[in-house]
């Protein structure tokens, strides 16, 4: 089984997490897609995070309704901060028979040469990328690299900071967020 990795804090899971996923999920070979609910990047402020298990639940409660979507918090127990690197070698250990893959915004393809183990993780591991709005260019070693697929997706520019903000400034942002993770949220008061 080929399973693509959809790593990020998810604070809270919105709309454009799910079709990005979705997307990968019916567009590629990926068999299904693990949302990776990070307790702590390396990063980010963690002053920012709502607790683990709450962001864990609100993906639980996005992705139920779909078969090739799941939620993960196999990083909950890796030491922290923690690396890709360290993921990828836990799950292999963990699910020998899987075949793991990263899912990545262009943005972040940008940038991942600069990753804790960049060669290696791209030694054994595919990444599908999905196209972002960024400035910079991808590094060249990486343009017609065989393990770097290009999955077309929309652009989605979508992102949880700007519904933070917008929960909090007291705008209606219900469309932007699926429906059982609005309500939890709103029932939970949470990013007031």
């Known amino acids: 089984m080929n399973i693509g990795l959809f790593f990020g804090s998810f604070n809270p899971i919105h709309v ?14 990926l068999d299904q897609v693990w949302f990776v609910v990070t307790p702590h990047s390396p990063f980010k402020k963690k002053s ?11 993906v639980h409660l996005a992705t139920k309704d ?6 993960s918090d196999i990083e909950f127990n890796l030491p922290q901060p923690n690396y890709t690197i360290n993921t990828l070698t836990y799950l292999k250990e963990k699910h020998p028979k899987y075949q ?7 943005d972040n ?10 060669a290696l993780i791209l030694e054994h591991h595919n990444i599908y ?5 960024a400035e910079g260019t991808v590094d060249t070693q990486f343009n017609g ?3 770097i697929h290009r999955v077309e997706s929309p652009i989605m520019e979508l992102s949880s900071t700007y519904i933070r903000k917008a929960i909090k400034e007291g705008k209606n942002i219900r469309p932007l967020l699926p429906e059982h993770v ?7 008061q949470f990013y007031r």
């Open 16 to 29: 454009g997490h799910l079709i990005i996923a979705n997307q990968m999920a019916e567009n590629s070979d």
């Open 48 to 58: 920012t995070l709502l607790d683990n298990y709450d962001r864990l639940e609100m």
């Open 66 to 71: 779909y078969a090739n979507l799941k939620p």
């Open 100 to 106: 793991f893959s990263l899912i990545m915004g262009e």
């Open 109 to 118: 393809l940008k940038g991942f040469h600069k990753w804790k183990n960049y």
């Open 129 to 133: 990328v999905y196209p972002r709005i």
């Open 145 to 147: 690299h065989p393990k």
């Open 182 to 188: 609005w309500k939890y949220a709103d029932d939970m």
